[in-house]
């Protein structure tokens, strides 16, 4: 019965809660791409060696081999690109938005979605001023959302910063090695 | 028998209900959840689970572009929840479990129940039948055809008649049934 009990508890902590979403993304894509009134969607499909490459640079395969960039114009200029990056955790998956300007630098961060139970976590993050550690990088350097915030949020909050910092590290991984090398 | 529901002792009644019920409500639950991720329909369970993995299984040799249109509206438009190989891992390491120890309680209260002993052992065994079947769906439907998807649908009312079959037959035997102690 002992052993009944822990196991019931045991499942149910590791039961992972459903996703919600934070921020809708035309909502992100209006912060991300301010101004744009025309997108094109550009898919990368990555060849075994170049999946491979970028695996050894981020430990991360993007979903189906396909990175997917989405490009935003005002009239005839380019206003920038941004990525949707899947995390997964072992609280479950949390969705990470990062847009970049025409010359390459991160423009914004916006977590889009996340689990039931990491969204207090990831609000507390973002409360801390997490997103702003994000904005000039550019591709090559390391993001670090979750010790700029050490100190200013809880645990659970720098925990989820990190996992953002994971998020943000594979977009400007993929966005620097495949964005603009690859013709269409 | 030792272990018979109808003559059991009132405190063991009242838990097997609260069990009963508590596990109801999950599972009303559980299908609200379904319905919001991944639908009851062989189509939409298809597109859950086997995503576009089907269409594409190997990378191509050279890396290569493909460029559409996008509108606000493209972004706005429903999202297909999708569960890709490494989250049906996760999902099937964290739910079997559970879906076991559900079986298993739903089991004991089976053994306490008044049954022909086939029908019991039927009813165990589909009480854990219906979760394997539930999750094995799930993966053929990933890994060899989308046709699968009527399986996990299959699986997942087999799980829902399962509990109702257990949850009318212990309300009755031990609450209505002019036998009951």
Known sequence: MNFLIRAVAIAALLHITPIVVLVKRPDAVQALLPGADAYVAREVHLSGTDAHRLHQAVDWSPEDGVLVFYGGTAGSTSVGALEFVRVDTPHGPIEVAVGFTPQGAVRGVVVTKATV????????????????HYRGLKPGEVPGGAA???????????YVAGEV???????LAAYGAFYNHVRA | ????????????????????????????????????????????????????????????ETTMVVQRPMSMADFAGPEVHTVDTKLL???????????????????????????????????????????????????LTKLVSPRFAIVTIAAGWAMGVAYLIVAALAIHQMWLSPERG
Request: hydrophobic share 55%; glycine share 10%.
């Open chain 1, 117 to 132: 139970e990491m969204k207090p976590w990831v609000l507390e993050a973002v409360a801390a001023g997490l997103t702003d």
């Open chain 1, 148 to 158: 700029g915030i050490a100190g200013r949020a809880g645990n659970l909050a720098v």
């Open chain 1, 165 to 171: 910092d994971k998020g943000v590290a594979r977009a």
């Open chain 2, 1 to 60: 028998m030792l272990y018979d529901l109808r003559r059991a002792d009132v405190r063991v009644k009242w838990l097997v209900t609260g069990l009963l019920a508590t596990l109801g409500l999950s599972y009303v639950f559980g299908a609200a959840m379904v319905a919001l991720y991944a639908g009851f329909t062989p189509q939409s369970v298809a597109a859950t689970y086997a995503g576009t993995e089907m269409s594409m299984p190997m990378p191509p």
């Open chain 2, 89 to 139: 891992i996760q999902d099937t390491h964290v739910h079997v479990p559970m879906y076991g120890l559900i079986a298993a309680a739903l089991g004991v209260v089976v053994v306490g129940l008044s049954l022909p002993r086939r029908r019991a052992l039927g009813l165990i065994a589909l009480l854990f039948a219906a979760p394997w079947l539930d999750f094995a769906g799930m993966w």
